[in-house]
């Protein structure tokens, strides 16, 4: 495996004293409190000149979505037919509004968007569908606003954020404006070489990859090849109409491959595609919280935050 920089090295450590290496084999309740504690103890202050409000949208089966809007306070030069739609990673199991608070209102500030930010479900007390029927329901009430989206998700929230893609593509060139998918997961079941590679990486390892997947459906595997696009990206019957993709992996992270098969299916099917591999570099999965602790993250982030500009004009 890759030697960690000092920089990132500090930032594993700070995290494991938070959360174990085989946290998943402990109960959701506790991985949550070992997670949120993590948050807490790395976050940054909410961005200057960014406010938030908290709400609700209405979902499938009456069930309302809390979601946190992160509002320009000075909104002379925002364009408020647009925003960033975020989904927040944590294996399905863990994160909420308050995990990745402080990541949204920097992405906001730096891009120059609101951002909104959803509160899915989770497993293992709420299974699949739930997830991204919740988060459909949050695309589809800014749909329906006219309003023109940049999805972006870290991790399990860039699987999500794909599926999402895959849902709703025929809104790709009036209103779905592009997706950036952070370290996500795009498939499963394949041998990728980072897979072996990066095993037994930092923050993430196969064996934590082995646990989440299956928490959606209850841990039975053998209806997970059957579940079509909702549930896994690379489920797709069909790549072509995708909206326009930036991919951000990280090197030393199992999940690192999955965005090269996804960009390449995306090339076979005309869909603009950028893999930003090397920006990774010396990167492990969940950096995003690094930004203020590592240059390598911070440039990466900072290219995040361009390709959602970009996305966005």
């Given at each position: 495996m890759t030697p960690l920089d000092e920089q990132i090295q500090a930032f594993v450590d700070q995290s494991l004293g938070h959360d174990p290496v085989d946290a998943t084999r402990a109960s959701a309740h506790e991985q949550r409190q070992w997670y949120n504690a993590k948050c807490k103890d790395i976050a940054a202050p909410l961005a200057d000149g960014i406010q938030v409000q908290d709400d609700t949208i209405l979902g499938f089966c009456g069930h309302r979505v809390p979601v946190r809007h992160y509002l320009h306070k000075d909104r002379t030069n925002i364009d408020q037919a647009k925003q960033i739609v975020f989904f927040h990673g944590g294996g399905f199991v863990v994160g909420n509004l308050d995990s990745h608070h402080d990541i949204c209102g920097q992405l906001a500030k730096d891009t120059g968007f609101d951002l909104v930010s959803v509160d899915y479900r989770l497993a293992p007390e709420f299974q699949y569908p739930d997830d991204i029927n919740d988060c459909l329901a949050v695309v589809d009430n800014l749909l329906k606003k006219g309003q023109k989206l940049v999805l972006v998700g870290d991790s399990a929230g860039g699987t999500l954020s794909a599926c999402v893609a895959n849902a709703r593509k025929r809104y790709v060139g009036t209103q779905l404006l592009g997706q950036v998918l952070i370290y996500p997961s795009l498939t499963f079941g394949v041998?990728?070489?980072?897979?072996?590679?990066?095993?037994?990486?930092?923050?993430?390892?196969?064996?934590?990859?082995?646990?989440?997947?299956?928490?959606?459906?209850?841990?039975?595997?053998?209806?997970?090849a059957s579940l079509g696009g909702n549930f896994m990206p690379m489920q797709t019957l069909s790549y072509s109409g995708l909206p326009v993709t930036h991919l951000f992996p990280a090197e030393i992270d199992p999940l690192r491959d999955d965005c090269e098969l996804y960009a390449h299916a995306l090339q076979a099917a005309n869909v603009a595609v950028t893999n930003h591999v090397a920006l990774g570099q010396g990167l492990v999965h969940g950096h995003l919280r690094a930004r203020n602790m590592s240059d390598k993250a911070a440039a990466n982030f900072q290219a995040i935050c361009s390709a959602v500009r970009d996305l966005g004009k």
């Open positions: 041998d990728t070489p980072s897979m072996t590679e990066h095993a037994f990486a930092p923050l993430l390892s196969k064996e934590d990859m082995d646990y989440y997947l299956p928490v959606r459906v209850g841990g039975d595997l053998s209806i997970m």
